[in-house]
């Protein structure tokens, strides 16, 4: 009878390859079995013919080739054990390397053997026990609920966590179909969801409506995986948390802001329509106290009379420029500006306001000047927007200035195509922690007594440029701290920006 050596080599139950010694301290693997392939987790090519360095990590490499010298120069066999774990699915004690010896008794070949672990049943039961009770205790110990259903949406299993928030005992609900826990109007998804689910092995998350066991509902968040097991069994793993206070939460806080845009916009139109109406009497003050100023049906009979008028005159215009401010901020807030747009020259319109300030800043001894870029392009913008925001920031810096200061404003293209137009003083400046405050509606910095003249505005000067360049698309900025001035930047978007 012929004895195939090589099947037998093959078909060993352990792992087994055989060495050959080139010499200079060079192994080469001669042959391997099957269940050599399986440790190393590799094809036979990748191992036939090469060193152990080349399939190996260099700590077991080097751990094999040190064994290998000792059995060559000793001739006897030699043991490894205890070897960090390859990535195969095998588990060996060690093992074995055996010289074998040619009629002279010179080593021709090494032949390496695994040693089994005779405890790796064991070991791998003691795992698989240790991660039952593991998994076992997180499913119980945790405070969200978890239900476990299987392929007929019977429920099998729930912790302690869905008992406690919901009410519902295990016999109550154990054996039973899930979708009787869910509000009526969520069964017929739920039913299509867990059939669908089942097949696909699909995650999914979501809300729906949770039946207590007092009757109430409970709004809730879940998350779903499917689980497969021996004997292709599904199971479906349902976690669930409670977030009916945040639905509420959320309820009551969308409830509060309706209230709060809606209370918004009914000041919004109380303030237009008051402004509307305070408009027309003022305008009639105004009027009439500039007919008894002139003179224009005759003097009037006493000079403190003159004065008084006077008086009548400038209060009403002050009061008169609040309203407009307030009508003005109302109707931003309220949506209900549309721009104007037409081209603009920023230099007129600056040297505009700038005559127009003339005579306040010169009385106050302030000197005013415009720096604007030669050949400044158009600005396709609301014009009378413009010059309002303009005039804002300029009757600021005058009204902050003290005498003897100085306003420069500067205008100028900037690299990337963006208009940019500044109006920088020596004022009293603004502390850094509040110039945040400056730019909401009706905020006040300054009380009178820190401003360089005694008329306090309403506080939406800064507020209302800041929205009418946002209508442009631009944005405002804000530099300044106290007594080292101010600087309020403009910057409009290069698309608005027309070339010359």
Not at 14 to 25: D, H, S
Not at 84 to 105: C, E, K, Q, T
Not at 236 to 264: C, F, G, P, W, Y
Request: with cysteine; proline share 4%; hydrophobic share 40%.
């Amino acid at each position: 009878m012929t004895i195939d050596h090589k099947a037998l080599f093959d078909a060993m139950p352990v792992p087994r390859f055989l060495i050959r010694a080139e010499g200079n301290g060079h192994f080469l693997v001669e042959d391997v079995n099957y269940r050599g392939l399986e440790y190393f987790n590799r094809r036979e090519e990748q191992i036939v013919g090469q060193p152990v360095g080349h399939f190996m990590d260099s700590e077991n490499a080097r751990h094999f080739e040190q064994s290998f010298e000792v059995c060559m120069k000793q001739k006897l066999p030699v043991t490894i054990q205890a070897l960090p774990s390859f990535p195969g699915g095998i588990r060996v004690y060690g093992f074995w390397i055996n010289p074998l010896l040619d009629v002279a008794g010179n080593v021709v070949m090494l032949d390496v053997m695994a040693q089994p672990d005779s405890a790796d049943d064991s070991i791998l039961q003691r795992e698989r026990d240790d991660a039952i009770s593991l998994l076992t205790s997180i499913f119980d110990a945790s405070n969200v609920g978890i239900i476990v259903t299987d392929h007929n949406r019977r429920i099998v299993r729930v912790n302690d966590g869905f008992v406690r928030s919901y009410g519902w005992s295990r016999e109550q609900i154990v054996g039973e179909d899930f979708l009787f826990l869910l509000s009526s109007d969520e069964q017929g998804v739920a039913s299509y969801n867990h059939e669908r689910y089942m097949k696909s092995a699909m995650r999914s998350s979501g809300e729906m409506k949770l039946v207590k066991q007092d009757g109430s509902i409970a709004n809730t968040l879940y998350t779903t995986a499917t689980l497969e097991l021996s004997q292709r069994r599904k199971f479906q793993v349902t976690t669930i948390m409670d977030i009916t206070l945040r639905k509420q939460m959320e309820i009551s806080l969308r409830v509060a802001k309706e209230q709060a845009d809606a209370a918004n916009h009914a000041k919004s139109a109380f303030l237009a329509n008051m402004s509307h109406e305070l408009r027309t009497p003022l305008n009639a003050i105004i009027g009439f106290s500039e007919i008894m100023m002139t003179g224009t049906f005759g003097v009037l009979g006493n000079p403190k009379y003159q004065e008084y008028v006077g008086d009548i005159h400038s209060s009403a215009r002050h009061l008169l420029e609040i309203i407009n401010e307030v009508l003005d901020m109302s109707k931003i807030e309220a949506g209900r500006v549309d721009l104007d747009e037409n081209d603009l020259s920023m230099e007129e319109a600056i040297e505009s306001v700038i005559r127009m300030m003339a005579s306040r800043a010169f009385s106050g001894g302030i000197e005013m000047t415009a720096h604007v870029e030669p050949n400044m392009p158009l600005l396709l913008a609301d014009s009378r927007l413009i010059r309002q925001v303009l005039i804002n920031l300029v009757s600021n810096a005058v009204k902050f200035c003290k005498p003897g200061g100085k306003i420069d404003v500067f205008a100028s293209i900037l690299p990337d195509g963006e208009m940019q137009v500044s109006v920088v003083d020596t004022g009293i400046g603004i502390p850094k922690e509040k110039i945040h405050r400056a730019l909401e509606p009706f905020g006040q910095i300054h009380d009178t007594a820190h401003a360089a003249n005694e008329t306090q505005g309403t506080g939406l000067g800064l507020p209302l440029a800041k929205a009418m360049v946002e209508l442009h698309g631009g944005h405002l900025t804000i530099k300044s701290d106290v007594g080292k001035g101010t600087t309020v930047t403009i910057t409009f978007p290069a698309h608005r920006v027309l070339a010359k």
